[in-house]
């Protein structure tokens, strides 16, 4: 296993749409655990494919309290979404230190394929609502700093740019 560089918005790849997965193999099984490795070594709790630079539709999740429930989503799909919303306090691997409100779905219904290729279903609420629904718009190339206000927005993209530009130097 191995830790994998983790994209840093505003970096334009993690604008790309994910490919669907065409098949489970060593590669793929390879990346999840790597993907695993990275996101705990990093402190979060999900992680989509794209933010290490790879643009196939698979994503990691891991909310439990002794990080050891981890959650493997192949090509997943939203079937079904609660028409009640909550304002939700969002960061992202990929934006470090950088935390606002979101409004998701309280409840999602998600098909998707395990790590072994077998079809799931997980009905999701509380904080695996919100990781799922966070690492599928990784997904669709959509951060979600892209949901707060043009002028925090930019304030965060500024903020990003800099700290990159100290870490180089």
């Given at each position: 296993?191995?830790?994998?560089p983790?994209?840093?918005?505003?970096?334009?790849k993690?604008?790309?749409?994910?490919?669907?997965?065409?098949?489970?193999?060593a590669?793929?099984k390879n990346?999840i655990?790597?993907m695993?490795e990275t996101?705990?070594e990093?402190?979060?709790?999900g992680?989509?494919?794209t933010?290490v630079?790879?643009?196939?539709r698979l994503?990691?999740?891991?909310?439990?309290?002794?990080?050891?429930s981890?959650?493997?989503?192949?090509?997943p799909?939203i079937?079904?979404?609660?028409?009640?919303?909550?304002l939700?306090?969002e960061?992202?691997?990929s934006v470090?230190?950088?935390?606002?409100?979101?409004?998701r779905?309280?409840?999602?219904?998600?098909e998707?394929?395990?790590?072994?290729?077998?079809?799931?279903l997980?009905?999701?609420?509380?904080?695996?609502?919100v990781?799922?629904?966070?690492?599928m718009?990784h997904?669709?190339g959509?951060?979600?700093?892209?949901?707060?206000?043009p002028l925090?927005?930019?304030r965060i993209k500024?903020k990003?740019?800099?700290a990159?530009?100290e870490?180089?130097s």
């Open positions: 296993m191995a830790l994998l983790i994209l840093c918005y505003p970096d334009p993690l604008h790309t749409v994910a490919k669907p997965v065409a098949e489970i193999d590669r793929v990346l655990a790597d695993l996101m705990h990093a402190k979060g709790i992680l989509a494919a933010q630079n790879v643009h196939e994503i990691v999740i891991d909310v439990s309290e002794q990080h050891d981890p959650i493997v989503l192949i090509n799909k079937i079904w979404s609660s028409p009640e919303t909550h939700n306090e960061g992202c691997l470090p230190g950088i935390y606002d409100g979101v409004e779905f309280d409840l999602v219904k998600v998707a394929l395990d790590e072994h290729g077998k079809q799931r997980i009905e999701a609420d509380g904080l695996l609502s990781c799922i629904q966070h690492e718009d997904l669709l959509k951060m979600f700093v892209e949901y707060l206000s925090k927005r930019n500024t990003m740019l800099k990159q530009r870490a180089k």
